[in-house]
């Protein structure tokens, strides 16, 4: 994720310069071979671990619409045929349908599109005859190859913008999120993911308004805590900005990533980060990890949500989702793993209350206290950060540069003060020796000269 002119335009362009995750984690995209039949779908273990498959049994996704931005999705992808449903470019570089890959991880979004939406497809196989039914397939209407999303009947939406290194076009990440996000929402997008993560909490003025717009307009803003491997130890924006539901990352046991899980009071609740797979632009697939995909995952059950009860505010659809997770780490909310672990069958099966106020913030109210309700003014006025607690998972697998300890300065530092004192002793134990030896040399008596030294003639004897 990337910010600020001054503070900001330091704070976007490092931060959504530094990647894509709130990415994907570095060096976890492994290239693998294309394969045949369901192997990549037997893969998904998240569908029956996470209770997608009981979700199904209540809702598929059908007709919302989720606004992916993110470097462009491959609508051509053949697990995405007919799921990319209309886009547009933030960027100036893409394609005005957005669907190019650009950016400096061109495969993120069509990675993040396939995990949330995919199809499948039907592949023939060697005798010629199609792949029969995968058992993890929602219905018939899915393929059984390749990769099945969470909300395979949901629709997309494809915004592409240019993240993660210099964008030919000159637009910077400040223009181009919240001119993103506006699109999505005034194009009929009820979930936006946005799979980016930043390493400052702080996000610039200038994505006030369209957050706010989304918040106003009742859509639900899914994003990723962002990935220590990557440098974000803490959450950053925009999974720091009230409203938006920000998830992290679980290992394969449904323990916090080490890798990738960011912690922060921001998050709300945590989903699959590691062996993950997905489908890359052209029509292949790979193995990734990341909380990029962790959510994907999230805004995939927030469609389905949707499309069960669509007059369901997004504070109440958000209400579901960390209501109903199974609570982990300390009692209650915490900063590593939120309200809890997705459980998508409860949030789509369970009697939920509803709730007065959303449960992760209001950027309204936030603007209302920090900014003093004014969003006319294009300079920041100082805000408060908010409080992070000190870290408490271990070290990411990357080493970690650690600042030395006082043990490791001084013992040189007692080598060098050693050795000076000895040297001084020395040249001290040096100067009253040769005035003692000058003071004895004064009280003897003249020597009478012994003679005239021969000088050696260099040409030898004559």
């Given amino acids: 994720m990337t910010l600020p002119h001054g503070w900001r335009r330091r704070t976007a362009s490092a931060a959504l310069a530094a990647m894509l995750a709130g990415g994907t984690l570095a060096g976890a995209l492994l290239t693998a071979p294309s394969a045949f039949a369901d192997s990549w779908r037997d893969k998904e273990y998240w569908l029956n671990e996470y ?12 007709g919302v619409k989720v606004a992916i931005i993110d470097s462009g999705v491959d609508g051509q992808h053949p697990d995405l045929k007919g799921a990319v449903v209309g886009g547009t470019d933030a960027s100036g570089a893409g394609d005005p349908n957005g669907q190019k890959s650009i950016g400096a991880k061109p495969e993120h979004g069509t990675l993040v599109a396939t995990l949330l939406a995919g199809r499948g497809h039907a592949s023939a196989s060697p005798s010629g005859s199609p792949s029969p039914i995968s058992s993890s397939s929602p219905d018939s209407s899915v393929g059984p190859d390749g990769i099945v999303g969470v909300a395979p009947e949901a629709e997309i939406l494809s915004v592409s913008a240019w993240l993660g290194s210099p964008n030919p076009a000159g637009k910077t990440d400040q223009e181009q999120i919240p001119e993103a996000v506006r699109w999505a929402v005034d194009n009929g997008a009820k979930v936006i993911n946005i799979s980016l993560g930043s390493t400052s909490p702080d996000w610039p003025q200038s994505w006030d308004a369209a957050f706010l717009y989304a918040e106003q307009k009742d859509v639900v803003i899914v994003a990723a805590a962002g990935n220590r491997i990557g440098g974000n130890v803490q959450v950053g924006a925009p999974a720091t900005i009230p409203g938006v539901l920000t998830v992290a990352g679980l290992d394969r046991n449904r323990t916090a990533s080490v890798d990738a899980s960011s912690q922060g009071i921001s998050i709300g609740v945590s989903a699959p980060a590691e062996k993950l797979v997905g489908g ?37 659809v958000i ?144």
């Fill in 280 to 316: 890359l632009p052209g029509g292949s697939y790979e193995d990734w990890a990341g909380t990029s995909g962790s959510a994907p995952i999230v805004s995939g059950v927030a469609a389905l949500i949707r499309s069960k009860w669509p007059d369901m505010s997004a504070k109440q």
């Fill in 51 to 62: 209770g997608i498959s009981a979700a199904w049994q209540v809702s598929k996704g059908a």
């Fill in 319 to 462: 209400n579901r989702i960390v209501s109903t997770a199974e609570d982990a780490g300390a009692p209650g909310k915490d900063p590593i793993y939120g309200y809890g672990i997705l459980n998508a069958g409860a949030a789509l099966k369970a009697d939920v209350p509803e709730v007065a106020s959303n449960p992760v913030g209001s950027i309204a109210e936030w603007i209302r206290v920090h900014r003093r309700g004014d969003l006319s003014s294009p300079t920041p006025q100082p805000t408060s950060k908010p409080s992070i607690p000190a870290a408490t998972l271990a070290d990411p697998t990357v080493p970690v540069a650690k600042a030395p300890s006082q043990a490791d300065t001084a013992v040189p530092a007692a080598v060098v003060i050693g050795f000076g004192s000895l040297f001084v002793a020395i040249v001290a134990g040096a100067s009253v020796h040769l005035r003692r030896a000058y003071r004895s040399s004064a009280e003897l008596p003249d020597e009478p000269a012994t003679g005239v030294v021969d000088v050696m003639d260099p040409s030898g004897p004559k």
